[in-house]
């Protein structure tokens, strides 16, 4: 396999690039349990832990069956968050965000998925993204649903309940 070429993703406000385990110590100050409460995993016990996890998203990028992206702010540089496409080889990949808590409510969220929809559209042979998020979970449901996404269906993990939302590739991202 082919892996895609990854440059940086550059929005209004925002700049993307694949994760290096040089952001491991950004990364894991903003995983805090109420960031993580709508999301299928904990924050990570400690620094050496989330290390190996990110060890193991570079090796995926690298792999290219999944891509995790940074977010930063294309002003400053400040770490915002990180976005993700999931099962990168499928026909209808997985995304996924998340914004620091400190950057909350000033729709980064959206403009990250944006441009990460955009940049699969040039590289992915998607006809779809899978986009599950908490049922209670507004702010990122508002993202799909910006994106075209229909609720397909439904789930649950030990933590909550949620849809499953299809978003089509071929809508226009804006």
């Known amino acids: 396999m082919v892996t895609p070429s990854i440059n ?3 929005t209004d406000h925002l700049v993307l690039r694949p994760f290096s385990c040089a952001d491991g110590n950004e990364v894991f100050a903003e995983i805090t349990p109420t960031l993580t409460r709508f999301m299928a995993f904990d ?3 400690s620094l050496a832990a989330f290390e190996k996890i990110g060890q193991e998203w570079v090796r995926l990028i690298e792999e290219g069956s999944e891509y995790t992206f940074v977010i930063r702010h294309l002003q400053d540089g400040r770490f915002m968050g990180i976005a993700a496409v999931h099962d990168a080889t499928e026909d209808e990949p997985e995304l996924g965000i998340w914004i620091s808590e400190r950057e909350h409510g000033h729709g980064y969220g959206g403009e990250a998925v944006r441009a990460v929809v955009h940049w699969c559209a040039e590289r992915l042979a998607a006809v ?8 209670e ?5 508002k993202i799909a649903e910006g994106l075209g996404g229909r609720v397909v269906g439904t789930e649950q993990n030990a933590k909550f309940a949620s849809v499953v939302y299809r978003i089509p590739a071929s809508e226009p991202v804006g």
Do not use: I
């Open 8 to 10: 940086l993703l550059q």
């Open 43 to 45: 924050p990570p016990d």
């Open 128 to 135: 779809a993204y899978r986009y599950p998020v908490a049922v």
């Open 137 to 141: 979970n507004v702010a990122s449901r």
